[in-house]
């Protein structure tokens, strides 16, 4: 604990040193830049808390259903391998997990706390049977590039906390090069969205980071997910696309090198899409991730980050 301490402080002075000299170019008219890079050490055990909050309400043929799910979870990242650029392999597991679940319309409640409830409702044995085991191994270099990629686990498609935690989120890609308050890069994408007749329709997506701002060795950056691929008048790829796209922000702890906080936002109206002929629904969903220092207990009524609701 000491040494970790003392190997802070020094880090953070050595910042400081380079801060002021990056001052004193800006006053000679240059910008201030930084390098973002990941910093894994083999045996470390990362953990964070994921709240994942889902609200949907559908309306079809005069009836109407409110589902409401919540789901809190402990992800796990213990570092397997270090090699000398920097790159990771990293094995991912859930510690705990606290589900719910409701329907209005069905009058129906399910529940599951894995540290509480001995016998899972079948509904969630799935999610049960992962609880503490290996799920997927990941390559990520220091600039938070997916390198490679193995399922240890089947995960059942209904999962949409692992989808979440996993898929969609691993890490942020970090530039080569350095960057200055309001400056932005781009990361291209492919979404797979399974159509009705078997086939897959890739969408191309830009995600688009700009960083914000930079205090005391945190950064926080701006998220946007642009989709490139023209959908016309695709409905049901439009309503596919609202479990994918991800706006929100992100808090980035320089000294350490991995993200600290994380917080999307998605809302969405859909009329006539396949699954409700003549009806509507509306789709709003909120996932925040925070970074547990020391291995303590998560906090679920912590939320991460600042509130960035986007209607679309």
Not at 50 to 60: A, C, E, G
Request: aromatic share 8%; glycine share 6%; proline share 4%.
């Amino acid at each position: 604990m000491i040494y970790n301490f003392a190997r802070r402080v020094a880090v953070l002075c050595a910042m400081a040193a380079v801060m002021f000299a990056s001052h004193a170019a800006a006053e000679d008219g240059e910008s201030e830049k930084y390098v973002f890079r990941y910093k894994f050490s083999p045996g470390d055990v990362l953990q964070w808390e994921v709240v994942s909050k889902i609200d949907q309400m559908t309306s079809k043929s005069g009836q109407k259903d409110n589902t409401e799910t919540r789901c809190v979870s402990t992800k796990n990242w213990t570092v397997l391998e270090v090699d000398a650029s920097g790159t990771a392999v990293l094995e991912y597991s859930i510690r705990d997990v606290d589900m719910q679940c409701s329907s209005s319309l069905e009058k129906a409640e399910l529940k599951y706390n894995s540290r509480t409830d001995e016998k899972p409702p079948v509904q969630y044995l799935d999610v049960a049977e992962l609880i503490g085991k290996p799920i997927a191994h990941f390559t990520i270099n220091s600039q938070g590039e997916i390198m490679e990629r193995s399922q240890k686990a089947k995960v059942a498609a209904t999962m949409q906390f692992l989808e979440t935690a996993e898929e969609n989120r691993i890490t942020i890609p970090m530039p080569e090069y350095a960057v200055g308050v309001g400056d932005g890069w781009d990361y291209p994408r492919e979404i797979m969205i399974p159509q009705p007749n078997g086939t897959v329709k890739k969408v191309a997506v830009r995600e688009r980071y700009t960083l914000e701002k930079v205090q005391n060795g945190i950064a926080t950056f701006e998220f946007k997910t642009y989709v490139m691929t023209p959908l016309y008048d695709d409905k049901d790829t439009e309503w596919a696309l609202r479990t994918k796209i991800r706006n929100g922000r992100i808090q980035f702890d320089m000294v350490e090198g991995r993200s600290i906080s994380q917080q999307y936002d998605m809302k969405r109206t859909a009329i006539d899409v396949q699954r409700i002929r003549n009806g509507s629904a509306t789709y709003q969903s909120r996932f925040t991730e925070k970074y547990l220092r020391d291995g303590r207990e998560p906090a679920a009524n912590e939320t991460a980050g600042t509130s960035n609701t986007i209607s679309r």
